[in-house]
């Protein structure tokens, strides 16, 4: 009978002593603390960027031969959402009838019903509906980070939540680094997973030949054409994702519309009208002002199935325009990737025509649900020739006129004395076009006027003359096929201004000479890109023949100088020949007449 006594009295002080705390815990309106073991959880993170690793305990239990038994609710899911998580693991799993769980169903039976999801994919679905239930305020376990590695250690054997709930740590302008991910496993002793973050990047070059580069040079009209590496992200956990590319055009570069996508080698389709139905792609492209926008569309379903980390390569071009600014500034393009990096945040990709459904971007301070990687910039340079006309005394000349020959622009502008009047169609010398584009040419444009002509119906075929100005005037003159010439006076300061040129070689010719004044011989230009690494220097690191780069006039300079007066015939030229023949002829006659002299006098 005492030992009966003894136990019992055993019994009721144990039982007390496991409720006190809860009674506590209830007085005091706080959650029990996790369960502790001896176990330890470690993370090794792939990337380099700073995570917030949190652990949440769903289930604990003793092990047995490897195996968890004795299993007990752990702290994370309140006992007053458990009703309601059970329900959605019904859902999520699609029992129904005999197969569900009940709402007050036992913690092994839901263990069962866990165990069973063995689906990465499906694994990380799981987590985040776990997410929705468990109390992240109270009951998270810190992961601290040591050198790339996060750990949580005394942790009891069960199963844990793991979240990665990384918030705004970086500034507005490094918020990429910031990377999400959900994922829910079984503890039994020490245990370290790999949490791999292939995190999204992007590499945008330039096109030069055979080779991928940072910057080039070119000439105005000439195609630069665009190369946009990216790689296949890891959609797993998402149910939308939002997969965009950002590209902007400087006011030097005209977008082609000629985008297209490989994936693998494999062209990707294109969707034209940017709203399904009939015509549904895989990504479609809006175009405003120099902003291109390309957009992959149902981008977690495009790329469930691809191969993570596959290439992906956008081409594209744009045409180096009018508006292109010379020199070392150059004309640059950038490029980045704005994508999903938390899972239970919806971003689809495409919502209506031209309006992606983006991911509303967080204030400062709040977390983001999305990333963007670095802007990779490229750079278009061009330069110009500077032509400066003076006399012999060093003083301005006007008058003068110069044309520059060369198989390397295809429009040049031309800043000089010179500008355009329209004329009289039948006039003789009225031999250039105006374009849509503000360019002349003496090519006659093909097609009807809307499509290539600046002026209305009224000014079609309508011609141009090119006439002295006393102001100086900027003009575009658009090259035709093969060698090109292009004329232009000096202005009132004796210069003019051939821009947007390339390396190349130059020929300039005095083509009308001051009165009074003898012409200057040509001269040959040669401009020279050194390139170092397959990358184009900006053009202060030009070099130049019979011209400098002067870095304050961003241009190539030369001076012409003409000189009055009557010149010489040159050495070997008609004029001397005929002097060397009337001199002989002089010599001969006079010998001739001395000779004959004597003669005579000798005969007296």
Same mark, same amino acid.
């Given at each position: 009978m005492k030992t009966n006594k003894r136990r019992l009295l055993a019994a009721l002080t144990a039982t007390t002593l496991a409720l006190t705390p809860c009674f506590a815990a209830g007085m005091m309106n706080a959650m029990a603390a996790a369960t502790t073991g001896t176990s330890t959880l470690s993370i090794t993170d792939s990337d380099t960027a700073e995570h917030a690793y949190n652990a949440y305990q769903l289930i604990t239990g003793t092990t047995e031969a490897g195996k968890l038994t004795n299993l007990q609710w752990g702290s994370a899911i309140p006992e007053g959402s458990r009703s309601d998580f059970i329900t959605a693991l019904n859902t999520f799993l699609s029992l129904s009838g005999t197969n569900a769980l009940a709402s007050n169903a036992d913690v092994q039976a839901v263990a069962e019903k866990l165990s069973k999801v063995t689906d990465s994919d499906k694994k990380i679905e799981l987590a985040k509906l776990i997410s929705n239930y468990v109390d992240k305020t109270n009951e998270k376990i810190d992961m601290t980070n040591n050198s790339g590695t996060y750990s949580a250690s005394n942790l009891?054997?069960?199963?844990?939540?793991?979240?990665?709930?990384?918030g705004s740590l970086k500034t507005p302008a @490094?918020?990429?680094?910031?990377?999400?991910?959900?994922?829910?496993?079984?503890?039994?002793? +020490?245990?370290?997973?790999?949490?791999?973050?292939?995190?999204?990047?992007?590499?945008?070059?330039?096109? +030069?030949?055979?080779?991928l580069v940072d910057s080039n040079s070119a000439a105005i009209g000439d195609v630069v054409e665009y190369n946009i590496s990216l790689k296949v992200p890891d959609v797993r956990g998402y149910d939308k994702y939002f997969y965009v590319v950002e590209d902007t055009l400087s006011a030097g570069l005209t977008y082609?519309? +000629?985008?297209?996508?490989?994936?693998?080698?494999?062209?990707?389709?294109?969707?034209?009208?940017?709203?399904?139905?009939t015509d549904l792609g895989d990504y479609y492209v809006t175009h405003d002002n120099g902003e291109i926008k390309v957009v992959f569309e149902n981008a977690a379903t495009f790329f469930k199935n691809k191969t993570v980390d596959a290439p992906i390569v956008i081409t594209y071009s744009a045409t180096l325009n009018s508006n292109a600014v010379i020199g070392d500034t150059g004309n640059p393009n950038t490029a980045k990737l704005v994508y999903s990096n938390d899972p239970s945040v919806e971003g689809n990709g495409k919502n209506e025509p031209g309006k992606p459904d983006e991911p509303k971007k967080p204030e400062p301070g709040e977390n983001s649900v999305i990333g963007e990687t670095p802007e990779d910039e490229v750079t278009t340079y061009t330069t110009a020739i500077k032509v400066i006309k003076h006399d012999q005394a060093g003083q301005i000349l006007k008058g003068a006129a110069f044309t520059l020959t060369s198989s390397?622009? @295809?429009?040049?502008?031309?800043?000089?004395?010179?500008?355009?009047?329209?004329? +009289?169609?039948a006039k003789a010398d009225n031999t250039y076009y105006k374009l849509k584009d503000g360019s002349y040419t003496k090519t006659a444009p093909t097609g009807a006027y809307t499509s290539d002509l600046l002026y209305d119906k009224n000014a079609y075929n309508k011609k141009f003359n090119k006439v002295y100005s006393t102001s100086t005037g900027t003009l575009i003159e658009k090259a035709g096929s093969g060698s090109y010439a292009v004329e232009a006076q000096v202005d009132e300061n004796g210069v003019i201004r051939f821009e947007g040129l390339k390396p190349g070689t130059y020929t300039l010719h005095e083509s009308k000479v001051p009165e009074g004044y003898n012409a200057a011989d040509d001269v040959e230009i040669t401009i020279t890109a050194t390139k170092e690494e397959n990358n184009v220097k900006v053009p202060s690191q030009w070099t130049g023949t019979n011209a400098a780069y002067v870095s304050a006039d961003k241009a190539f300079e030369l001076t012409v100088v003409n000189r009055q007066g009557a010149t010489l015939p040159s050495t070997g030229g008609v004029g001397t020949k005929l002097f060397y023949l009337f001199g002989s002829a002089f010599v001969i006659g006079a010998s001739t007449f001395i000779v004959t002299k004597k003669r005579v006098g000798t005969n007296k």
């Open positions: 009891a054997n069960g199963w844990y939540l793991i979240l990665d709930e990384t @490094n918020e990429n680094d910031i990377v999400r991910s959900a994922n829910i496993l079984k503890l039994i002793g +020490d245990t370290t997973i790999n949490s791999k973050h292939s995190l999204p990047t992007l590499e945008k070059k330039i096109v +030069d030949g055979t080779n082609n519309d +000629d985008l297209s996508i490989t994936l693998s080698g494999t062209p990707v389709h294109k969707d034209t009208d940017g709203i399904g139905g390397d622009f @295809n429009e040049v502008r031309v800043v000089s004395g010179y500008s355009f009047e329209q004329n +009289d169609d």
